[in-house]
């Protein structure tokens, strides 16, 4: 049972846009919120994370915007460049447990 | 960041053989240390929560006596697949919390493992 739903599967995206990865969660008991970029071969670099007592971080071009309510949480990557292409993993979990990752996206930024 | 690395990297093996891969936090003290399993462009499935000085805890569908994990000290965690055959390859990746009770986890760099 998928606890984190990730969503588009693939993204394709120019250099200079805007890159949005959606993710959706049904646990309310989650309270760490983080995303991971990987590429090939490699294992998860943590990117960003956000907890709940909070609806927006932002750490250089990447901004996670978090919807309590909704139980939704997004990725964007402003002003994407063609060293981004990776794939981004979503993932959720209670502080301290292990964490469930969403499917993955994989972004390809085109010059 | 934190920095846990894992060993080897890549390893090649026959059938019926048993790997032992290590995963260390370099830089800190891991209480507990997780495993996970990727197949090839799909997501990191948790294997086992390795907790030091105690048993691992399998996810369901885990074989836990195929899939030996021991956590000896607060820097070392080892997964040792037993008797690999061909399905068993995967990447393996551990990841290890910084702090307790954060949720922040750190992963080392995964294991690739081919049974030939």
């Known amino acids: 049972q998928q606890q984190v739903k990730q969503s588009p599967q693939s993204l394709i995206v120019q250099k200079g846009g805007i890159s949005i990865i959606n993710c959706a969660y049904e646990?309310?008991?989650?309270?760490?919120f983080p995303w991971y970029q990987q590429f090939p071969g490699k294992g998860p670099a943590l990117l960003i994370a956000?907890?709940?007592?909070?609806s927006e971080k932002k750490e250089g071009r990447f901004t996670i915007s978090f919807n309590k309510s909704a139980k939704q949480f997004s990725l964007h990557i402003m002003d994407s460049q063609p060293g981004d292409s990776a794939t981004y993993f979503c993932?959720?979990?209670?502080?301290?447990?292990?964490?469930?990752f969403g499917k993955g996206t994989s972004l390809l930024v085109t010059p | 960041g934190a920095v846990v690395s894992q060993h080897p990297s890549r390893v090649i093996c026959k059938s019926g053989t048993s790997v032992k891969i290590e995963c260390r936090s370099l830089?800190?003290?891991?209480?507990?240390m997780f495993w996970y399993r990727q197949f090839p462009k799909q997501s990191l499935m948790l294997m086992a929560t390795?907790?030091?000085?105690?048993?691992?805890?399998?996810e369901q569908g885990v074989e836990k006596d195929k899939f030996l994990i021991n956590h000896a000290s607060l820097t070392l965690s080892t997964l040792t697949v037993t008797s690999a055959h061909p399905e068993d390859s995967s990447f393996y990746i551990c990841?290890?919390?910084?702090?307790?009770?954060?949720?922040?986890?750190?992963f080392g760099e995964g294991s690739r493992l081919t049974v030939l």
């Open positions: 990841s290890a919390s910084r702090l307790a009770r954060t949720g922040e986890l750190f």
């Open positions: 646990n309310t008991a989650f309270d760490y």
């Open positions: 956000i907890r709940p007592d909070v």
């Open positions: 993932a959720a979990s209670t502080s301290g447990y292990a964490l469930n």
């Open positions: 830089d800190f003290q891991a209480t507990t």
């Open positions: 390795s907790n030091e000085g105690s048993k691992a805890t399998y």
